[in-house]
């Protein structure tokens, strides 16, 4: 889900020439120009993009929070309304969220994080690997408040 996201914002950016995108932008691009979805839908995309912290919103601007330079562009790419839809079970999701906001923050590759979230499981096994990975987050210096949050959520429903 992320990825699509990610290539949406790309085309968006691509296609404006702009840095700092408007709400316009994305519905003119994604409802009117390439017809992926009605413009009452592009409002719940850019809502999850800044949940998901792809989008940072500056005033009426939106700004990218993720490099362009890795965005590979399927040939038949399309996002739809079902792809904004949210899973009932988010702990797998948020797991990937956190795990790619370390990468990004201390460069290590995915795969050595989760070892070493591993032995960290092997210390504290009545931990979920969610919590875990929240705690490595935080001693490597990462924000993840917005995730914490959205997960403090779903415990406490």
Not at 118 to 145: C, G, H, P, W
Request: hydrophobic share 40%; net charge neutral; aromatic share 10%.
């Amino acid at each position: 889900m992320i990825e699509k996201f990610k290539i949406a914002i790309f085309l968006v950016q691509k296609k404006t020439g702009r840095q700092e995108l408007r709400k316009e932008d994305f519905v003119r691009i994604i409802s009117f120009e390439n017809r992926w979805m009605e413009p009452s839908y592009v409002e719940k995309f850019l809502d999850l993009a800044l949940r998901m912290n792809l989008l940072k919103k500056s005033g009426d601007s939106y700004i990218a929070q993720f490099s362009m330079k890795e965005i590979e562009v399927p040939v038949d790419f399309e996002i739809n309304p079902s792809d904004l839809e949210i899973k009932e079970e988010r702990e797998e999701d948020i797991f990937k969220l956190i795990l790619e906001r370390i990468e990004k923050k201390t460069g290590k590759k995915r795969n050595e994080i989760v070892s070493e979230i591993n032995k960290m499981r092997q210390k504290n096994r009545y931990f979920t690997i969610e919590t875990l990975a929240f705690i490595y987050a935080r001693e490597n210096s990462v924000q993840i408040d917005d995730l914490l949050q959205e997960y403090e959520k779903k415990i406490w429903k």
